[in-house]
């Protein structure tokens, strides 16, 4: 077996720009409806900066910015990643709106679709919801899609902030685009 040997920063920094040059022109975002998990808040913006993501908004309860378990979890990357926080939930998903991004919900609904053959509009806002209720009606109604990660175990669902990793990856790297 051949020894691997770890690559070196300069040349992780070389293989993640070459990788940059074969992805979609996406631009993404979330918006976490009321988390209640600051562990999985630190995680979800490692995700969004992972992606190239801009920008988060969060909504109600969500931890915001300044908790502890945010910055242990998120390693630093919430200094990269703006988060706008909106009391109301309503106010965040017109936001999101008002900001020219499509809204599409991560969620089982009788309208959602299989993530990988959903045609992505070019900027999409993902919207995440509570961890145990999912999205509120407040948010799912200004939704104009949604989408799902189908289950091949016995599990129901993933982590919410592994969810939206697993959705904006294939968005990013590999998703139909819609024609606009």
Not at 119 to 125: A, D, I, L, S, T
Not at 138 to 145: D, F, G, P, R, W
């Amino acid at each position: 077996m051949a020894h691997r040997t770890m690559t070196s920063k300069t040349g992780v920094r070389r293989l993640h720009k070459a990788s940059a040059a074969e992805t979609n022109e996406i631009e993404i975002a979330f918006l976490l409806q009321d988390w209640d998990d600051a562990y999985n808040v630190g995680g979800m913006f490692r995700v969004a900066d992972a992606v190239g993501a801009k920008v988060m908004y969060s909504s109600g309860k969500t931890p915001q910015v300044g908790h502890p378990q945010i910055a242990v979890t998120s390693l630093g990357h919430h200094r990269r990643v703006e988060l706008r926080h909106f009391d109301r939930h309503e106010d965040a998903a017109k936001a999101v709106v008002d900001d020219g991004f499509a809204l599409v919900a991560v969620e089982i609904s009788e309208e959602c679709v299989p993530y990988q053959s959903f045609e992505y509009p070019r900027k999409v806002c993902f919207a995440l919801g509570n961890e145990e209720r999912g999205l509120y009606q407040a948010v799912s109604k200004k939704c104009e899609a949604a989408v799902f990660i189908p289950m091949f175990g016995k599990g129901r669902s993933l982590n919410v902030h592994v969810s939206a990793a697993v959705i904006a990856f294939h968005a990013r790297c590999a998703g139909k685009l819609r024609a606009e």
